[in-house]
């Protein structure tokens, strides 16, 4: 168990960020550490695993790669996971669940796939115990993970259990709300590192606002969840134990302030609520208040970011237009263009020297905001190509005829 081959799937343009923070948790470089597409790959022993469910932002598991590879077929998969000694991971009275996911496969049914794969696992147990594990597709003590290539089959094993952007903290929520994970790319793209305060004018459920505070005080985000780990028989309770203590002891009091505003005040109590379950109610400052209208919440200039609405979540903080609920509706179209403009030209007149980090698929968002972006990042939000935009508030910037609605 101290030479595992590692992939920790992420949400695409984050790999290098990714890669940046198992560097930094587990010291892993050069050939130890890859980036690939999609993820990152290392080798690493079963400790790390652990430590990078408790402490990765960024990463949606944590997998162990058992068996790589070629096929043709369905046959040939059915021979790969006979061949993986699934009996040193897990007992044939535990349930597991086999997921597919391919690209460029010539196989024309991934459920057939997964049955093969399942089969295969079933009757390993049978030939050496007697008894075939039972298959449990909705809480599986075990899972089991194929990706598919247009000629190589790669087998995992999760030790992550449910996806880690659920922390275990977000219970109240709005609308498509934001992954944590995501929030946690935007946080680590923006170099944010505590030392300045950091401000989400269109905070939601506070996700990105409890994300910055936990990062302040250095609170593992894996601290209050259960891991899929814990039912492999490899596990070992005062490894873990040992861990989390460790963790725990790194907590602080928070390098510096972090706020985050809705208009919805509703929103609001949700955002206060999760800050309690994640352990940082003192860290963050929530408020209702229109994103058009609030002032900086400190005199000292910091980092703002950003994921205004777009899509399945198209209303936010804003005096641009009003919907029957009381929520501005701001389309990534010409009907939120009044809403972007009146937003860069109230962070212009009131936000000098802020700097404004914007996640949108909208990649003419800096024409509608009037605004000169410094940096863009490619991000994708699920299935959505979006764009992380820098705007720098520089002082002296605002116009004449740029004056805030209210000001």
Same mark, same amino acid.
């Given at each position: 168990?101290?030479?595992? %081959?590692?992939?920790l799937?992420?949400?695409?343009?984050?790999?290098?960020?990714?890669?940046?923070?198992?560097? *930094? +948790?587990?010291? +892993?470089?050069? $050939?130890?550490?890859?980036?690939?597409?999609?993820?990152?790959?290392?080798?690493?022993?079963?400790?790390?695993?652990?430590?990078?469910?408790?402490?990765?932002?960024?990463? %949606?598991r944590?997998?162990?790669?058992l068996?790589?590879? =070629?096929?043709?077929?369905?046959? $040939?998969?059915?021979? /790969? /996971?006979?061949?993986?000694?699934?009996?040193?991971?897990?007992?044939?009275?535990? @349930?597991?669940?086999?997921?597919v996911?391919?690209?460029?496969?010539?196989?024309?049914?991934l459920?057939?796939?997964?049955?093969?794969?399942?089969d295969?696992?079933?009757?390993?147990?049978?030939?050496k115990?007697?008894v075939? =594990?039972?298959?449990?597709?909705?809480? !599986?003590?075990?899972?089991?993970?194929?990706?598919?290539? @247009?000629?190589?089959?790669?087998?995992?094993?999760d030790?992550?259990?449910?996806?880690?952007?659920?922390?275990?903290?977000?219970? $109240?929520?709005?609308?498509? =709300?934001?992954?944590?994970? +995501?929030?946690a790319?935007?946080?680590?793209?923006s170099?944010?590192?505590?030392?300045?305060?950091?401000?989400?004018p269109?905070?939601?459920?506070?996700?990105?606002?409890? #994300?910055?505070?936990?990062?302040?005080?250095r609170?593992? !985000?894996?601290?209050?969840?259960?891991?899929?780990f814990?039912?492999?028989?490899a596990?070992?309770?005062?490894?873990w134990?040992?861990?989390? #203590?460790e963790? *725990? @002891?790194?907590?602080?009091?928070?390098?510096?302030p972090?706020?985050?505003?809705?208009?919805?005040?509703?929103?609001?109590?949700?955002? %206060?609520?999760n800050?309690? *379950?994640?352990?940082?109610?003192h860290?963050?400052?929530?408020?209702?208040?229109?994103?058009?209208?609030?002032m900086?919440?400190?005199? #000292?200039?910091?980092?703002? +970011?950003?994921? =205004?609405?777009?899509?399945?979540?198209?209303?936010?903080?804003?005096?641009?237009?009003? @919907?029957?609920?009381?929520?501005?509706?701001?389309?990534?179209?010409?009907?939120g263009?009044?809403?972007?403009?009146?937003?860069?030209?109230?962070w212009?007149?009131?936000?000098?020297?802020?700097?404004?980090?914007?996640?949108?698929?909208?990649?003419?968002l800096?024409?509608?905001?009037?605004?000169?972006?410094s940096?863009?990042?490619?991000?994708?939000?699920?299935?959505? #190509?979006?764009?992380?935009?820098?705007?720098?508030?520089?002082?002296?910037?605002?116009?004449?005829? $740029?004056?805030?609605p209210?000001?």
């Amino acid at each position: 168990m101290n030479q595992l %081959q590692l992939f920790l799937p992420c949400a695409a343009g984050v790999e290098g960020f990714l890669a940046d923070e198992v560097h *930094r +948790l587990t010291g +892993l470089a050069g $050939d130890d550490l890859l980036v690939g597409r999609g993820g990152v790959v290392l080798r690493a022993s079963w400790r790390d695993a652990l430590l990078l469910n408790l402490h990765s932002r960024l990463a %949606q598991r944590v997998l162990v790669q058992l068996s790589h590879t =070629p096929y043709r077929g369905e046959n $040939d998969l059915y021979e /790969a /996971a006979s061949a993986v000694a699934w009996e040193i991971w897990f007992g044939p009275r535990q @349930s597991f669940k086999v997921e597919v996911t391919a690209q460029h496969s010539p196989l024309k049914s991934l459920n057939f796939a997964a049955l093969k794969i399942k089969d295969a696992v079933a009757d390993r147990f049978r030939h050496k115990a007697g008894v075939r =594990p039972d298959v449990d597709t909705a809480r !599986p003590d075990v899972r089991l993970y194929a990706h598919l290539t @247009s000629d190589m089959a790669t087998l995992y094993i999760d030790t992550s259990g449910e996806p880690l952007f659920k922390r275990g903290w977000r219970e $109240d929520k709005g609308e498509a =709300p934001l992954k944590e994970t +995501l929030a946690a790319a935007m946080i680590a793209a923006s170099g944010w590192d505590a030392t300045v305060p950091l401000y989400d004018p269109c905070c939601g459920s506070g996700t990105i606002a409890i #994300e910055a505070a936990q990062v302040a005080c250095r609170i593992a !985000p894996g601290q209050l969840r259960r891991f899929g780990f814990e039912k492999l028989l490899a596990f070992q309770a005062h490894v873990w134990t040992a861990l989390r #203590e460790e963790a *725990r @002891s790194q907590q602080r009091a928070p390098g510096a302030p972090v706020f985050g505003s809705d208009v919805a005040f509703r929103m609001v109590d949700f955002a %206060q609520r999760n800050a309690a *379950r994640a352990g940082v109610e003192h860290a963050v400052q929530l408020r209702g208040g229109d994103a058009l209208q609030r002032m900086p919440p400190t005199a #000292e200039p910091g980092v703002m +970011l950003v994921n =205004p609405p777009y899509g399945e979540r198209i209303e936010t903080a804003g005096v641009a237009g009003r @919907s029957q609920g009381g929520r501005e509706r701001a389309q990534v179209a010409d009907e939120g263009a009044d809403f972007f403009s009146q937003l860069a030209a109230h962070w212009k007149r009131h936000y000098p020297g802020w700097t404004a980090w914007v996640l949108t698929p909208d990649f003419k968002l800096p024409t509608r905001m009037r605004l000169k972006e410094s940096r863009r990042v490619p991000m994708w939000n699920g299935p959505i #190509e979006c764009r992380l935009f820098r705007f720098d508030m520089i002082k002296g910037s605002a116009r004449s005829g $740029d004056a805030a609605p209210g000001a």
